[in-house]
């Protein structure tokens, strides 16, 4: 099962905390509906949902 993207949306919902440091200073980065940059580490990350606990 994937998900699909639906039509309209253009990014997931927002992330709230940085993987890394867990600071909240994050920003949309690049081009891809999946990347954030976090302005206290400098990092930049993606973020992807690949599955939800629903079993089939």
């Known amino acids: 099962m ?3 993207p639906q039509a309209g ?3 997931q919902l927002p992330v709230f905390h940085c993987p890394y440091c867990g600071d909240e200073e994050l920003t949309p980065h ?4 999946d ?3 976090c302005g ?3 990092r930049a990350f993606t973020v ?3 599955a939800t606990g629903v079993q089939q």
């Open 2 to 4: 994937t998900e699909e």
């Open 9 to 11: 949306r253009t990014r």
């Open 30 to 33: 690049g081009d891809s509906a």
């Open 35 to 37: 990347g954030w940059r």
């Open 40 to 42: 206290a580490c400098l």
């Open 48 to 50: 992807r949902l690949i």
